[in-house]
């Protein structure tokens, strides 16, 4: 790990501490950004999207650690973040770990115990972006998962398959959202439509229609014969595309009114069905049934951007 690779951001309103860490860490050739609050440490992880570190005090005059941890969580997700806290706030650093930070120091510190943590942090950072570049050298893959439907978090299942996609190189961080959504109304259309037997006409109308179906669907989660019931999902993937099939235990419907000769989803029929046939017509390429309607595959291929 070459310190000099990785730009360290030090917040404090203690000019004493933040003069400390930063003539230690430069003694070290890290590059140093200090700020005396949450604001201009956001200026500065936005000038300076290279940061590999940030570290930070719980108590900020105005927006505290705490707070500066939850925009970074959502702003920059691959940046770690490291709570400085007193022995007063202690509490408030275990929730801070609970919450994304990678680690925490106590007041008062040694410089020793202070760059042990940095560099462990570092390190667990290099070795995550050379696992996610190991991805970009997939050949070919498959993915099978059995799920009974009362343990199945469809976001979950559709973020890691749409990540893999992700770190593989096969889409962009906007195609991402993409297929994460589709994947993830795909999901729920087997869940609640499949295996739980929900009417897609139970959603449609007013707030007492939707609060039904919600008690609707809790109380069938609630019971084994819906609850067992499995989702079978499979994903093969290679270099060039990828393919999604998900199977519920449920009666399947009539598919062939939605589905045209060239194996696309009609987009005068994504109304009855929810959203996930609306982006299925919009970003997949092919989409099959089986006869009985109760396993859809989805087909992708690759985007080649910047060709003509």
């Known amino acids: 790990m070459n310190p000099r690779e990785n730009p360290i951001l030090i917040v404090d309103d203690e000019p004493s501490i933040l003069l400390m860490l930063s003539d230690y860490f430069d003694s ?34 105005g927006i505290s650690g705490i707070e500066l941890l939850k925009i970074i969580r959502e702003t920059r997700p691959e940046l770690p973040v490291v709570i400085i806290t007193g022995l007063r706030t202690l509490d408030s650093a275990i929730s801070a770990i609970k919450n994304g930070a990678y680690d925490y120091l106590t007041k008062p510190f040694e410089l ?16 995550s ?39 593989t190189g096969f889409c962009e961080k906007d195609e991402f959202h993409q297929f994460y959504v589709a994947f993830t109304e795909t999901l729920l259309n087997a869940v609640e439509h499949g295996n739980l037997e929900l009417s897609s006409s139970l959603k449609e109308g007013d707030f007492e229609k939707i609060k039904a179906f919600e008690e609707l669907r809790a ?45 696309q989803i009609f987009q005068a029929s994504a109304r009855p069905y929810g959203r996930g046939f609306m982006l299925i017509h919009h970003i997949i390429d092919e989409v099959y049934f089986n006869e009985k309607g109760n396993s859809i595959t989805l087909v992708k291929s690759k985007s080649f951007r910047g060709a003509n």
């Open 112 to 127: 020793g115990e202070v760059r042990k943590v940095v560099e462990k942090v570092l390190r667990y950072r290099t070795g």
């Open 28 to 61: 070290l050739t890290y590059p140093v950004h200090t700020a005396k609050n949450a604001e201009e440490a956001l200026r500065i992880c936005n000038d300076n999207p290279r940061i590999s570190l940030l570290i930070t005090d719980i108590d900020l005059p």
């Open 219 to 263: 109380s069938r989660l609630n019971e084994p014969y819906y609850a067992n019931r499995k989702v079978l999902i499979t994903f093969l993937y290679n270099q060039n595309c990828f393919s999604l099939t998900i199977t519920d235990e449920g009666a399947g419907f009539n598919w062939k009114p939605y589905v045209s000769d060239t194996n």
């Open 129 to 167: 972006q050379k696992r996610k570049q190991v991805f970009r050298f997939t050949d070919a893959m498959s993915i099978k998962f059995d799920i009974p439907t009362g343990q199945l978090d469809a976001g979950v299942v559709a973020e890691y398959l749409a990540g893999f996609l992700l770190n």
